[in-house]
């Protein structure tokens, strides 16, 4: 009999093509993926990949086992999701996706919160670059900024929030030492990944041609509130830092809607449509902060 978790491993090597991009993904070392391999190979007597500088590239024999084992994946999710959509109960796992600056800068107290109202829901919270597959049960429920909603899975269930923007931002104690001496140029602040993004204007405050650069959004924050230059934030994050001023002279810029999204059967527990239900009203409440409107605490 074939193992699943052999197939699993297989699946991972398949759509990475390297040992070690799957070792990756699955959270374990290289010579675990190899041994599964080879014991797949070994039951089903036949070589599956060919090892290629390039990485590894599936066999004729592969392709064949490919086809077989994305039916199993896929029968394996709806089993699942079918069994855990009849899950009424308000205990257990519930995993949520989501961009970290929305988790970190605004919605951790509203999870605070909900897991006071809920102690017996575990909560595990997927905050990072990568988007989670609701499809594959990686995650029950995704807050995600989409700009266009044409872009959307049409398998997801969708509750659309309100509208996100951003602007650009520098400290105050930098703002009001360029305006006290000569105007100097400051430097970009910027992700290494994104670099400055095509709406963003300058305003008043001339920047150099030598950026600064940061590998993620927290060091971004620090950077722009330690006066090293200009950058572009959401506006929950800028407004709401005493410590920073929009730069004169600049524009918001839309990036788009919140949405809450789930899939299939898994909408219908009731953990998961508790939660749906929750954060939808507190992103209704954040909605002046989002847009950017004055006044906004």
């Not at 994305?70 to 109960?89: C, N, P, Y």
């Not at 829901?121 to 609701?134: C, H, Q, T």
């Not at 950058?231 to 600049?250: E, I, M």
């Amino acid at each position: 009999m074939i193992d699943w978790d052999d197939v699993r491993y297989f699946l991972a090597v398949a759509r990475g093509g390297s040992v070690r991009a799957a070792a990756e993904r699955l959270g374990v070392n290289h010579a675990t993926v190899l041994r599964r391999i080879a014991q797949l190979e070994e039951r089903l007597g036949v070589q599956m990949f060919d090892k290629r500088p390039s990485g590894y590239r599936l066999t004729e024999a592969g392709e064949e086992v490919l086809e077989f084992a994305d039916q199993m994946e896929a029968s394996s999710h709806r089993l699942e999701t079918r069994v855990f959509g009849r899950d009424q109960s308000v205990r257990g796992l519930l995993r949520v996706t989501l961009p970290p600056p929305l988790a970190t800068h605004l919605l951790m107290p509203g999870f605070a919160d909900f897991v006071r109202l809920h102690p017996e829901i575990e909560m595990e919270i997927l905050s990072s670059g990568e988007l989670a597959n609701l499809t594959n049960r990686e995650a029950d429920v995704a807050i995600r900024v989409v700009y266009d909603r044409k872009t959307l899975p049409l398998n997801l269930h969708g509750m659309k929030g309100p509208e996100l923007f951003g602007g650009v931002y520098m400290s105050r104690d930098a703002l009001a030492a360029w305006r006290e001496d000569a105007p100097y140029p400051l430097r970009w602040i910027v992700i290494s990944l994104h670099g400055i993004p095509s709406w963003a204007s300058e305003g008043e405050v001339r920047t150099t041609g030598v950026p600064f650069k940061t590998t993620d959004a927290e060091a971004q924050i620090v950077a722009v509130q330690q006066g090293i230059g200009i950058t572009t934030l959401p506006c929950f994050v800028g407004d709401a830092d005493p410590l920073l001023v929009r730069v004169p002279g600049t524009d918001l810029h839309l990036y788009g809607a919140v949405w809450l999204l789930t899939q299939g059967e898994a909408r219908k527990t009731k953990r998961v449509r508790l939660f749906t239900e929750f954060v939808s009203r507190r992103l209704a409440a954040y909605a002046p902060l989002l847009a950017g409107l004055p006044n906004t605490p």
